[in-house]
């Protein structure tokens, strides 16, 4: 069977060995270069001593703007995204991501190094 590619990228073929019908399935894309948030940007730090997360945020001017500390990933990240201080969702869904990464590293007791 061939895939018919739609003019919405999606195709009508099912994903493993699941059939899902007629519902289309969307080929996932790289993203290629990420724009940068007006906001600003973050550097996470896990303090595995205190089991906390510091997600430190900074103009491009290099001011520390703010500090958001919490007990988890998602804690932290509501509360970026409730203040609007991740003004795009690439950029929120790459700070949910690494603040995920960031808590597994201070649970498990591995090194985090911010991708």
Known sequence: MEDETNKDG?????????????????????????????????????????????????????????LIEGRDAKSIYRTIIKYGWASTLNHAAYLGQELVRAEIAMRTGFDYIQG
């Open 10 to 66: 999606s195709n009508n073929v099912s994903a493993g060995s699941e059939d899902f019908g007629n519902v289309p399935v969307i080929q996932a894309e790289d993203p290629g270069k990420l724009e940068l948030d007006k906001e600003g940007y973050f550097i996470i730090v896990p303090n595995p001593e205190k089991m906390m997360i510091m997600a430190k945020h900074y103009s491009y001017d290099k001011e520390l703007l703010r």
